[in-house]
């Protein structure tokens, strides 16, 4: 249909904005409860951080060394099925990480497009979200671009996945930037290496290669940023995966300050895999591969919710009782404010915190959620909270919580929590609502 300015307006019960982790997690569920679905992404692919630094590990997923199920345990379970396999779960060479998934970049990507086709998710890749119309605190139009022109979405639930929350914060919801003060963690472009001879490269006892990374400094061959080397196991037999290059001071909100940043990422990834092959054992014959072709943004906008997670709440190993995911992954601050990073633990070994699904409920906008790296939680909690499983898990609570809400006919903020937790753990979620996480899945 059409409206008053001709045109194009597609009428659904809920939009998903962006399609990274958060974003599929949230269409699947919205879908599979027999609503009908439309997500936006404004690339090329689904996955966000998969697709801006393939190869990145899932990390966060195995909290005590077990599964948190639910999508992320699907998708990992139908990649891990297939002859051969093309994921697995390995130990994190990272203080503080448990095990993390590494996967074949490209059969990860596809799974997850058919995993959408499946559920009966409408598809828009290439469409940028522009202003939202509002009914006084609901959304009712949410303005779209994309090649054949201008057009809008007319949905009863809006979730917000894009990582950024521009659609969030024209509906006027209130937000903090990076840690309050504006600053926020370093932007990261990663690249592969091939043809390394792994085991020599990873004989070396240091973890963080430092040394090699010193010297590297020293000899003005590296950025003094890089202290350290984060250098891991590809999926891939000869393959290592450089998660090492970062951009301090970047407002990646900003687009000319993303593509600045990019091109300076790429100039840097290059020194680090000539440094690489002239200098670190194990990589006389590898060549650069797989540069991401932009940066992966870490942190942005943190929207304002019914709930603010805070670090005391992770200290104490918090099981709220609308917790939709569990977690222990560490405080993985990346160059906030200093050229430091660290991976402090969050919580007490043996412990786990659950993300609770206030922290994606706006308190005034009537039919919007979010999920992923908008979730409301304090700096410290938020550099726990981000891995890519548990932005899956947050994604898919929304899409529960989309359903609900219209089966009910009420407000975001009235849905019942418990009844969400509820349906979460008959998808498999685990480790919520007082349920254990041990499932005879540890790997």
Request: include cysteine.
């Amino acid at each position: 249909m059409l409206d008053s300015g001709q045109r194009r307006t597609i009428a659904c019960d809920v939009l998903v904005v962006g399609g990274g982790t958060a974003g599929f997690g949230a269409a699947i569920a919205a879908a599979r409860a027999g609503l009908s679905v439309h997500l936006v992404e404004a690339g090329t692919k689904v996955g966000g951080v998969m697709a801006f630094c393939p190869g990145m590990p899932w990390g966060g997923g195995y909290p005590l060394g077990h599964s948190i199920g639910g999508i992320f345990s699907e998708l990992t379970e139908r990649l891990m099925a297939m002859s051969p396999p093309a994921a697995e779960v390995r130990p994190c060479v990272l203080d503080n990480f448990g095990p993390e998934v590494q996967y074949d970049h490209e059969l990860g990507t596809l799974t997850m497009f058919e995993m959408l086709a499946e559920a009966g998710v409408h598809l828009h890749l290439g469409c940028i979200v522009g202003e939202p119309r509002m009914d006084d605190a609901r959304i009712t139009h949410v303005a779209c671009t994309d090649r054949r022109g201008a057009f809008a979405f007319a949905p009863r639930v809006v979730i917000d996945c894009s990582g950024d929350g521009d659609l969030s914060a024209r509906a006027g919801v209130p937000y903090t930037v990076g840690d309050g003060q504006g600053n926020m963690m370093a932007v990261t472009l990663s690249f592969h290496m091939l043809g390394a001879d792994c085991e020599r490269v990873f004989a070396d006892a240091d973890p963080y290669f430092r040394s090699h990374a010193a010297r590297g400094v020293a000899e003005g061959r590296l950025h003094p940023d890089l202290k350290k080397l984060y250098l891991m196991r590809g999926f891939h037999p000869g393959s290592v995966f450089c998660n090492t290059v970062t951009v301090r001071g970047v407002d990646g909100t900003h687009p000319d300050a993303v593509a600045a940043a990019t091109q300076e990422g790429r100039r840097r990834c290059s020194q680090v895999a000539r440094f690489l092959v002239d200098s670190v054992p194990g990589f006389a014959h590898a060549q650069m591969w797989g540069l991401g072709p932009t940066v992966g943004v870490r942190e942005t906008r943190k929207l304002e919710a019914m709930y603010r997670l805070s670090a005391e709440d992770l200290a104490q190993s918090t099981h709220f009782a609308d917790g939709i995911v569990a977690c222990d992954n560490p405080i993985d601050d990346v160059m906030r404010t200093s050229a430091d990073m660290t991976h402090d633990a969050a919580v007490a070994r043996g412990s786990y915190y659950t993300i609770p699904l206030r922290s994606l409920v706006p308190r005034r906008i009537q039919n919007l959620l979010f999920a992923g790296r908008l979730v409301c939680a304090d700096p410290a909690a938020f550099a726990s909270v981000r891995g890519m499983p548990q932005c899956m898990a947050m994604g898919q609570a929304c899409g529960v919580a989309a359903a609900q809400a219209l089966a009910a006919g009420c407000d975001v903020q009235a849905v019942d929590a418990l009844a969400v937790v509820a349906m979460l753990q008959s998808q498999g979620l685990r480790g919520i609502g007082g349920a254990p996480l041990l499932d005879g899945t540890r790997p």
